[in-house]
C-alpha cells in the first residue's frame, strides 16, 4: 500500500497543492519506481560498472549537457537522431511480450497491444520532427542489440532484454525504461529518464525557433493516432507533450492525455505487475482497483548475447524468416523518411505484421533440457552487433 507524500517544499511555501511533481510522484510510489536497490547504477560496494560507466556517457547524456545557450539546429537534430533510436527500442521487448500472451483478447494482451502502437506513434513523430529540421532518420544502422542498455544512456542501470511476458520482464524493462521523471526521489543531477530528455529537447525547439519543412514527412494512422506533418511551433509542443503524457501520465494524473482514460505507459505495465488497477484514495494512489489478472504465457526464454547458439533446425528456419523480414521492416521505414515514400511506410506496418507468425512458431519450440522455448532475437542482417559502440 502506497503512503501519502509529503508536502514538498514549494508546498509548504503555498503554491497550489496538486503539482505535477508530487502527484505524479504518488502514482509513481505506488507503482514501485524500478531502481537498483543500492542506488541507480552502483553494485553492493559502491562500484559503478563499467557497462553503466558507458551508458552514462551516451549521447542523449552528451547533448544534455551542453549549455543551453550552445544548442542549436544541429543540436536539435542530433537529439532527435537519439529520440528515434529510444522510440524503436522499445518496441521489440513489448512485442515479445505481447506476442507470447496465449489469449490475444484478454485484458494484458490489450494493454500491452495498444502500448506497441504507442511507441509506434511515437518513432513516427520523431522521425517527422527530424525530416521537418532537413535530417534523415538512421533506423536500421542504430538497429538495438539486446539485451544491452537504453540508446544514448537514458535509464543507464536498465538492461533491455527480450523474453516472454514474466512479471520480472514487466517490472525490470517495461515499467524501467518507462520510468516517469516526476517523482520526488529523482536527483535532477541523477541519471537521465527518457521523460527529461524530451523536456530538454522541448526547451531546445523553444529556444531555437527553427523553420519546419514538411517535405518528407509522413501521414498515415497507426493504431488509434493519426501522424500527421509538424507544420509548427505549436504542432512541436503537442507531439512532445503526447509522447511524454502517454509515457509517464499527465500533469493531473497518471492517464495518457487522451481523454479516453487509459492510463500511461509506465502504470499500465504497473497495473500488470500489481494485478490490480490504480486508482486514486485520499490523496494517494494505489492498487485497489478491479483486478487485473496476469495471463496465460508461452515461456520464451530470454534470449542470450549474440543470439540462440546452435538452435534446432526448425527454429533456425524460423529464426532466418523473422530475421529477414525484420530487416525488411528496418530498410522500409529507412526509405520511408529518407524519401518521403508513403508506400514504404506501409511496406514497413505489411512486414511488421508479418513478424508474428514466426515469432510465435518459435514460442511453441523448447529449448532442450529446459521448460522454456525459443523467440525472435530481432538480427538485422547486415548490421554487427558491435555497431553500437561508442553511442
Request: one cysteine or more; charged letters at 25%; hydrophobic letters at 35%.
Amino acid at each position: 500500500m502506497a503512503k501519502k507524500t509529503q508536502a514538498s517544499p514549494e508546498e509548504s511555501a503555498g503554491a497550489p497543492p496538486v503539482r505535477r511533481r508530487t502527484l505524479l510522484a504518488s502514482a509513481a510510489l505506488a507503482a514501485g519506481t524500478p531502481v537498483s536497490p543500492t542506488g541507480p547504477g552502483r553494485t553492493g560496494t559502491g562500484q559503478v560498472p563499467q557497462r553503466l560507466v558507458a551508458a552514462q556517457q551516451g549521447a542523449a547524456v552528451r547533448l544534455v549537457a551542453v549549455p543551453a545557450e550552445n544548442r542549436d539546429i544541429g543540436w536539435l537534430r542530433s537529439a532527435l537522431q537519439v529520440a528515434v533510436e529510444i522510440e524503436f527500442s522499445t518496441i521489440p521487448p513489448y512485442l515479445c511480450g505481447w506476442w507470447s500472451v496465449k489469449n490475444g483478447r484478454c485484458e494484458v494482451a490489450r494493454l500491452i497491444r495498444r502500448i506497441v502502437f504507442d511507441e509506434m506513434y511515437h518513432l513516427g513523430i520523431v522521425c517527422n520532427l527530424l525530416v521537418a529540421l532537413g535530417g534523415r532518420p538512421r533506423i536500421r544502422t542504430s538497429a538495438p542489440v539486446y539485451p544491452g542498455s537504453l540508446p544514448g544512456g537514458v535509464h543507464p542501470w536498465v538492461t533491455v532484454y527480450l523474453s516472454g511476458l514474466t512479471k520480472p520482464l514487466v517490472r525490470d524493462v517495461m515499467m524501467a525504461i518507462e520510468a516517469p521523471a516526476a517523482p520526488i526521489t529523482q536527483d535532477v543531477n541523477g541519471p537521465l529518464s527518457i521523460g527529461r530528455f524530451y523536456e530538454e529537447l522541448l526547451e531546445a525547439f523553444r529556444k531555437v525557433a527553427p523553420d519546419l519543412s514538411v517535405a518528407r514527412q509522413m501521414h498515415e494512422h497507426i493504431g488509434e493516432d493519426t501522424l500527421t506533418p509538424v507544420r509548427t511551433a505549436a504542432d512541436v509542443e503537442r507531439s512532445l507533450e503526447i509522447i511524454k503524457d502517454q509515457g509517464e501520465g499527465t500533469a493531473l494524473s497518471p492517464d495518457n492525455g487522451s481523454g479516453d482514460g487509459q492510463p500511461a505507459h509506465y502504470y499500465a505495465f504497473a497495473e500488470i505487475y500489481h494485478g490490480r488497477q490504480l486508482r486514486e484514495t485520499d490523496g494517494t494512489w494505489q492498487f485497489t482497483g478491479d483486478p487485473v489478472p496476469f495471463p496465460d504465457t508461452r515461456p520464451m526464454a530470454r534470449v542470450p548475447a549474440g543470439g540462440w547458439h546452435r538452435p534446432p533446425a526448425r527454429a533456425r528456419r524460423h529464426l532466418d524468416d523473422f530475421d529477414s523480414t525484420y530487416t525488411a521492416v528496418l530498410e522500409a521505414l529507412d526509405t520511408a523518411w529518407g524519401r518521403g515514400d508513403r508506400r514504404s511506410l506501409t511496406a514497413a506496418v505489411r512486414h511488421m505484421q508479418r513478424l508474428e507468425r514466426p515469432a510465435v512458431e518459435l514460442m511453441e519450440i523448447p529449448i532442450s533440457g529446459t521448460e522454456e522455448t525459443y523467440g525472435p532475437q530481432f538480427r538485422a542482417g547486415g548490421c554487427p552487433a558491435d555497431r553500437r559502440k561508442g553511442r
